[in-house]
């Protein structure tokens, strides 16, 4: 199986901070790697498909890039609606799996 | 629009069998281009991927839940179901019914939009 490593789990971070989600996986997922936003309460929503497609929706402050197995989130500028939890998820091969999740923090 | 909606019991006693159902509005369950996904997520932690259908009746579950999960389909009623037997209280959880959008040919990607509101199923006596 497919191992994936989120950080950070937590972030503390201002709003207007530039903020980074990095997703390192054990092997090249070429671009089946997504990204969800959670916040409290609610079920996940999509980000980002395919590491660097932004959803349709979603503020460009939001985008996902990706070099070998490490794959990023980016927010250029923190919003105070982006104090969430974050997780990436593998659809390479299954089981479908997730990160463990960052979860970002109004400093 | 699409939408997702979960049904079943909110209480489920030990060893018994989860049995949930997925009713999908605003688009086929028929389609090709699509898969249906349970996942679930435990009060105050990740997400764990359950399984999914094809319209085909496909399947494929998580190795860790394989022995006691099936995921059937419905296409007359355009819903498909989860059954999880044998649950104990690391059963407890909110389970979403997912949407998964097979774009292989195409973004060579495949993607969960949209999730249900997820209904939390309390496995106790």
């Known amino acids: 199986d497919i191992q994936m490593t989120q950080s950070p789990s937590s972030l503390s971070a201002s709003v207007g901070d530039r903020v980074t989600i990095t997703c390192r996986t054990s092997?090249?997922?070429?671009?089946?790697l997504n990204w969800y936003q959670q916040k409290p309460g609610k079920a996940p929503k999509l980000l980002i498909f395919?590491?660097?497609s932004l959803q349709s929706g979603v503020p460009s402050r939001f985008s996902g890039s990706a070099s070998g197995t490490e794959y990023t989130l980016t927010i250029s500028s923190l919003q105070p609606e982006d104090f969430a939890t974050y997780y990436c998820?593998?659809?390479?091969?299954?089981?479908?799996?997730f990160g463990q999740g960052t979860k970002l923090e109004n400093k | 629009q699409v939408q997702l909606q979960e049904s079943g019991p909110g209480l489920v006693k030990p060893s018994q069998t989860l049995s949930l159902t997925c009713t999908v509005s605003?688009?086929?369950?028929?389609?090709?281009?699509?898969?249906w996904n349970w996942i679930r997520q435990p009060p105050g932690k990740g997400l764990e991927w359950i399984g999914y259908?094809?319209?085909?009746?496909?399947?494929y579950y998580n190795p860790s839940l394989k022995s006691r999960v099936t995921v059937s389909i419905d296409t007359s009623k355009n819903q498909f179901s989860l059954n999880l037997s044998s649950v104990t209280a690391a059963d407890t959880a909110i389970y979403y019914c997912?949407?998964?959008?097979?774009?292989?040919?195409?973004?060579?990607?495949?993607?969960?939009?949209?999730w249900g509101q997820g209904t939390l199923v309390t496995v106790s006596s």
């Open positions: 092997q090249s997922l070429n671009t089946y």
């Open positions: 605003g688009a086929s369950i028929s389609s090709d281009d699509y898969y």
């Open positions: 259908i094809y319209s085909s009746g496909n399947t």
């Open positions: 997912v949407r998964g959008i097979d774009s292989s040919g195409y973004y060579l990607a495949n993607w969960f939009d949209p």
């Open positions: 395919a590491a660097s």
């Open positions: 998820q593998q659809s390479y091969s299954t089981p479908h799996i």
